[in-house]
């Protein structure tokens, strides 16, 4: 099983991002797909969530900022952020989750700056 996060990098405030998270070696569309992050001397929060029927939930602060979405075909998991703010800077973590039976992967983080 891999998760491979990409998209990450320096943006200064007011900026966007996209993040990508392609996996390989799971059943991509029967998973519940997060974005969590975890900035230093923090611990990791859950940013977003997509259900494997594509609803979707966010953490407070990011909500009207932060869009998850999945796209089936390629097995990848989106985090687009918007208008990012100094306080979004983290590593951003991939996961994918499944109830029955239970597995739960991680990808390797990406990294987020936020700075001007």
């Known amino acids: 099983v891999q998760l491979v996060e990409s998209g990450g990098g320096l943006v200064q405030p007011g900026g966007s991002l996209r993040l990508s998270c392609a996996t390989s070696?799971?059943?991509?569309?029967?998973?519940?797909m997060g974005w969590y992050r975890q900035a230093p001397g923090k611990q990791r929060e859950l940013v977003a969530a997509?259900?494997?029927?594509?609803?979707?939930n966010y953490t407070d602060s990011v909500k009207g900022r932060f869009t998850i979405s999945r796209d089936n075909a390629k097995n990848t998991v989106y985090l687009q952020m918007n208008s990012l703010k100094p306080e979004d800077t983290a590593v951003y973590y991939c996961?994918?989750?499944?109830?029955?039976?239970?597995?739960?992967?991680w990808g390797q983080g990406t990294q987020v700056t936020v700075s001007s």
């Open positions: 996961n994918a989750k499944r109830i029955s039976p239970p597995s739960n992967y």
């Open positions: 070696g799971i059943f991509f569309r029967i998973y519940a």
């Open positions: 997509i259900s494997s029927d594509g609803n979707t």
